[in-house]
């Protein structure tokens, strides 16, 4: 499939980091929850029905919302037997939990608690593995990811993060070219059916093991400054990922917005300019503060200045 055409803009500002991504009908219902109308809500992961990538991501957003977990609890005391109350309510306990805003073990029962009503359901056990991403050991991790995967193979949301747990294991050693997050990205990846997102797993691998070098030193903390990105594994990993999406028909995901902001920041620091170029165009206003803030960084000028300069629209900061 041939790339999409520049859509050049004049405008420095005409993106947002929204979670919602293009889910135009996600920012409305969660807009509508932010005020108490839950119903709307209901509605929407009722006709998301078993789509996992999409009704993880709708209830993720909708969880992370300020007034998230009092409202998911009313819906709850309102329909006690509802798995999507149960569900919104597990997520938005975890989210909080995982920023220190909660118990963790009350976290943990909720996500039981929604798991035992939806027993197919991948969504509460994510609910578990994003809470033993910041609280939990690495067993608790590994168990919760099997959960998830053993309901929904390619469950992207949870691959994702599994890549970024598993790059903070070894914070710097010799032989980082062979690290374990490597490993799992390139199996994942190759267990997955052909087409899938998935293929850009090694990307994601890639870039989060910079984070961790570049936390600890190992790397410099711009990534312009790194040859991380130009790197025999780099190469290889972002030539396949970039030759997956021009092929990729599937363009409906729900996440596609997030892979194709970690290969136009991959592309982009490679210094593949027409490649990002055809990259940022596809992102649109829909940039994601991860990878932009890697590590440490403002994603708002970082985006903006990776942007303009793959545009040639000029830039403002430093990419």
């Known amino acids: 499939m041939a790339p999409p055409p520049f859509r050049f803009s004049l405008s420095r500002d005409d993106f947002s980091f929204d979670p919602a991504l293009d889910d135009d009908e996600l920012a409305r219902v969660r807009d509508a929850m932010a005020i108490g109308r839950w119903v709307e809500a209901r509605a929407l992961l009722a006709e998301t029905g078993d789509d996992w ?8 957003v909708l969880a ?5 977990a009092g409202w998911a609890q009313d819906w709850l005391l309102a329909e006690p037997d509802s ?9 938005a306990v975890a989210l909080l939990a995982s920023r ?3 118990k963790a073990a009350c976290a943990q029962e909720a996500c039981l608690t929604a798991a035992r009503l939806a027993p197919a359901d991948p969504t509460p056990w994510l609910g578990m593995l994003i809470l033993a991403r910041w609280t939990g050991t690495d067993d608790e991790r590994m168990r919760a990811f099997d959960q998830v995967r053993g309901r929904h193979r390619e469950h992207h949301h949870a691959h994702h993060l599994m890549a970024a747990c598993l790059a903070e294991r070894q914070k710097g050693d010799g032989d980082d070219p062979f690290h374990e997050v490597y490993e799992f990205a390139e199996w994942a990846a190759g267990e997955a059916d052909a087409g899938s997102p998935l293929a850009v797993l090694p990307v ?3 870039t989060e093991r910079y984070r961790v070098l570049a936390e600890s030193g190992l790397e410099p903390r711009n990534p312009a400054n790194s040859d991380h990105w130009t790197t025999w594994r780099a190469r290889q990993v972002l030539n396949t990922a970039f030759s997956w999406w021009l092929e990729w028909d599937g363009r409906d995901h729900p996440r596609l917005k997030v892979d194709l902001n970690f290969l136009a920041h991959a592309k982009f620091h490679e210094g ?6 055809v990259l940022f165009n596809s992102v649109g206003p829909h940039a994601t503060h991860v990878p932009w803030s890697y590590p440490g960084r403002d994603p708002k000028k970082a985006f903006r200045a990776a942007r303009g300069t793959a545009l ?3 830039s403002s900061g430093t990419a």
């Open 312 to 314: 040639g629209l000029g």
């Open 83 to 91: 798995v999507d109350a149960a569900a919104l309510h597990a997520l």
């Open 64 to 68: 992370e919302t300020a007034s998230g």
């Open 53 to 60: 990538d999409r009704r993880a991501h709708r209830l993720v």
């Open 204 to 206: 994601v691998a890639h």
């Open 100 to 102: 220190g805003k909660g």
């Open 272 to 277: 593949r300019m027409a490649e990002a170029a």
